[in-house]
């Protein structure tokens, strides 16, 4: 993930931006960059590499402005070269960015046509661009920020310093986590405490959609709206952690509320934004002639497989085999020559997955691996490395990585389909757009979290819930019914929606939730008749869906709405529905969700 840092210091705070991106290396970088105000003047310096490499420019070119941004960038838009990497500014505004602004090519080629001359291939450096030209029209820079963020869609956070303004920075937020940090007369921004620890521990952190208009004698807070709002700072304890939980209430809640972040940053490493087509490395096996794809993994990361299985199968044309490791490495599964095994996992220290994929590599099968530990021994021992940049996950129950998991196999998916000529390049910009629309979606989904506190009472008096999903939703309704009863202790399935009536179908009456997950696509017509079926048997449905009540026929007891998001992209959304419930069930009966009782992070033993 990016780093952010800013400071209205009181002296030359060049050197202190890089101290604090310092503090942000464990999020990973290649490029990295400072810009400070200077006698009225913008001025930057920026380094491919570690940040040594920026360390020596600033002390063969220092920079001495007192107020000033920093950058460390994890490559996403463009190579990993100076050109692109942040600050990027304009004479007027200087930017630093996280996230992913998705409608920045409709933007720049906007400002193109009113002059702009673009010299990288971000989508940050538009946001400079948009800035100055509302300041051209005649605006102060707070009046010319706060229209221009009015135009950006995604989800992102951003630090903004001004030509010719000495004491004034703005920070916004909307999907990617900001930080204001209140000194004595200085005032800082960062994208986590972590990097602001060193100069104070008292800290407020942006919410959803807010902007921060920063002096060195404090901050003033603005909704999206452009509304005047009240922020309260707390007492970060940042400083002798790595990672701490913000200001939320549990690691779970931080990690999802983390995921437009995790998921921007995800996808921003498989996908050219410029082109809008898949980026994948070069794997030296060529993708277009695999026999077929044999998934395994375990718990969540195997429900991230099962969905993978779908897009592979549907897009790519490849025939998949998919199995819990700690049945497949005894099954004696025959697999193909040339064949490739896929392997999902988190921690990449899983012992069934780990025994499964040896066993695999002794069928003589190329390892693929999805790891979010890149340093893992299921990442070493794999032929190629898909990693999820999740960040470090604490809580127990997966979810931030799960959602990562899905967007770099998703971004698999279309790799193959292009290789095999099995989607066509319309086809891949649609899909890989929808995609990039996912971030905004979650942050929508977010911003309605008390719909699922205001069920939890509810839910938690239930003994058993059935989840119920067709297609991609199948998956998603077991992940739902597994974090459900692993954080709650409340006992629930999840089903294909058509087998209900082949069993499970005799549990429901009155008593039993049956949770619907049900995207409006090709398969919700069908899958409104499995809850009709639920509904005359007297069954509660908790229905998740992005479609209109009226459409659904018959009575729900709760209707969770999802924003409408394109089919290939849905699992990805959806997923959050399924934290949610199951993190606002736990947490009102007052369970250890971060440490669910019997569960390990990193289940080493099969
Ligand atoms: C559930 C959960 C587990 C893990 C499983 C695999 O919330 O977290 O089901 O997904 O133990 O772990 P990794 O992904 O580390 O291989």
Redesign the pocket.
Known sequence: MCGIVGILGTKPVADELVDALRRLEYRGYDSAGVATVENGHLERRRAEGKLKNLAARLNDEPLQGHAGIGHTRWATHGAPNERNAHPHMTDKVSVVHNGIIENFREIRDALRAEGAEFSSETDTEVVAHLITSEMRKGDGPVAATGRALKKLRGAFALAIIFAGHDDLMIGAREGSPLAVGHGEGEMYLGSDAIALAPFTSQITYLEEGDWAILHRGGAEFRDRAGNKVKRRSITSSASGFLVDKGNHKHFMLKEIHEQPEVISHTLTNYIDMTSGEVAFPDTGIDLAKIPRLTIS??????LAGMVAKYWLERYARVPVEIDVASEMRYREAPMPEGGVALF???????AD?LAALRYAKAQGQRIFSVVNVRTSTIARESDVVLPTLAGPEIG???TK??TCQLATLACFALAIGRARGTITPELERELVQALTEVPRHMVGLLREEQQYEEMAPWLSKAKDVLYLGRGTAYPIAMEGA??LK?ISYIHAEGYAAGEMKHGPIALIDENVPVVVVAPDDELFEKTVSNMQEVAARGGQIVLVSDANSDKVGCRVATHLSVPSVHPFAAPLVYALPMQLIAYHTATFMGTDVDQPRNLA???TVE
């Open positions: 993994a375990c718990g969540t990361a195997y999902v996992s988190q921690s990449g220290e899983t997955t127990v129950a997966s990585a799960f597994l974090k692993e992070k990193s289940v």
